[in-house]
C-alpha cells in the first residue's frame, strides 16, 4: 500500500496563496516568463508538481490536496467576467463569436481523430483515444470523470479513467505553457499592437509597478454585493438549464448572470452614492476576479497526480506529444487568420492554445497574461469566454456522442 499524505482543506488553500505569491515573484524576476505570458499562478502552481513529482518518484508519497474552495473561486471569476461584459461590445463581437466557435467544433474532430488513431496503432479499442482527445483535453477533468463510467461499464475500457486523468494532467499544463509563446510569436512576427492602448484590463492590473489604480472602500464592497447577487442569480439560470436536459458546469449560469446584471443595471443612472456604479466598482470587480483566478488556477495544478502517469506512460505521452503539436499548429495558421489576424485575434489565440488542452479557466488566464504585458483585448474577453464556457460543453458533449458509438 503506497504511504499518502492528505493536506486538509484550510492548509491546501492558505498553500495555494503562498504559492501564488512565488509565481508572482518568479514572474517578476525572471523576464522570459514575462515575455511569453506565462500566467503567475502556473510559475507557482508548478513548483508545487515538481514537488509533488519528487516526493513521488523518491519515495512512493502521494500527496493529495482538499480543494473544496477551488470550485467556489471558479463560479466567482465567471461571475466577474460577466459583470465585465458590454452588450455593445457582444454585438460587434458577433461574426467572431460565430467564427471562433466554428473552428472549436473542427478542433475537437481532429483532436478525437488524432486520439483514436494512435490508440489503433497501440493496439487499444479506438474508442479509448477518446480519452486522450475533445473529453480530457478541451472538456477538462470534470467532462473525463462524468465519461469515464460509460466508457468502462458500457464499452468495456477498464484503463479509460487513467488514460483521462493522466492525458489532462500533460494538457493542463502544456496549455498553461503554450498560449502566452504563442501571442508573443504572432505580435513578434506581424508587429502587433493593441488598438485602445488605453483601455482598462478585463481582469488585473498591468505587470507594470508604476501603475496606479485607485480602488476605493465603496467600490469593492458593491463589487462583492454584484458577484454574489449574480451567483445567486447563476444557481437559478443553472437550475432552469438543468430542466432543459443539458448537463452544462456550474459557472455558465454565474457567467450568464453576469452578463444578464451588467447589461440591465448599466441602464439605470450612474451616480455615487447608489448601489450600481460600474466605474466605481470595476477595479474591485477586476482584482477579485485576478485573484479568484490566480488561485484556482493554482489549486488546479495542486490537485494534478504524477503517479496516474507511469500506468499508460507510453500511450498518453506519445498521443499527448502529437496533441500539444496539433493544437499549436493549428492556433497559428488557422486560428490566427480566421479571427482577424490583429492584435485581438493573437489574444484569442492565446486562449485558444488554453482551451485545446486544459480548461477555460486556463485559456483565461493565458489571455490575462498577455494584456498584462501588451494591453487590454476587450473583444476577445467576450467572445472566448462565452465559446469556452457555454458553447463548447455544448458542442463537446455531442461529438463524443457521436464518435464513442
Known sequence: MPAEL???????????????????????????LRRYSIPEAVAGGLVCVAVVAALYAATGLRTHFELGARDMLLLYFFAAIGLGSDVRTLARGGPALAMLLALAVGFIVLQNLLGMGMAGLFGLDRRAGLMTGSISLTGGVGTTLAWAPHFVRDLG??????????????????????????????????????????????????YDRQTHVRIDYHGVLLAVLWLNVA???????GTLIELTGLRLPDFVGCLLAGIVLRNV?????????RLWNWSSMQPGVA????????????????????????????????????????????????????MGRNYESAVMCAGFGGIALGSTATAIANMSAVTREHGAAPRAFIVVPLVCGFFIDLVNAVVIGVMAK
Open 287 to 338: 482584482l477579485i476576479s485576478d485573484v479568484c483566478l490566480g488561485v484556482f488556477l493554482t489549486m488546479a495544478l495542486m490537485g494534478l497526480q504524477p503517479w496516474t502517469l507511469a500506468q499508460a506512460a507510453a500511450f498518453v505521452g506519445t498521443t499527448l506529444a502529437l496533441q500539444i503539436a496539433l493544437a499549436i499548429a493549428f492556433t497559428l495558421w488557422v486560428v490566427y487568420p480566421c
Open 265 to 273: 443595471c448599466s441602464l439605470l443612472p450612474q451616480k455615487d452614492g
Open 6 to 32: 492528505h493536506v486538509n482543506a484550510f492548509n491546501s488553500f492558505t498553500l495555494a496563496i503562498l504559492l501564488l505569491f512565488v509565481g508572482k515573484e518568479l514572474t517578476q524576476r525572471i523576464e522570459a
Open 157 to 206: 475500457i477498464a484503463e479509460a479513467e487513467t488514460l483521462g486523468l493522466a492525458s489532462n494532467m500533460i494538457g493542463l499544463i502544456a496549455a498553461c505553457c503554450i498560449g502566452g509563446p504563442i501571442a508573443a510569436w504572432l505580435m513578434r512576427r506581424h508587429h502587433l499592437v493593441p488598438a485602445a492602448a488605453t483601455s482598462e484590463l478585463e481582469i488585473g492590473q498591468p
Open 231 to 237: 451567483l445567486l442569480l447563476g444557481r437559478g439560470i
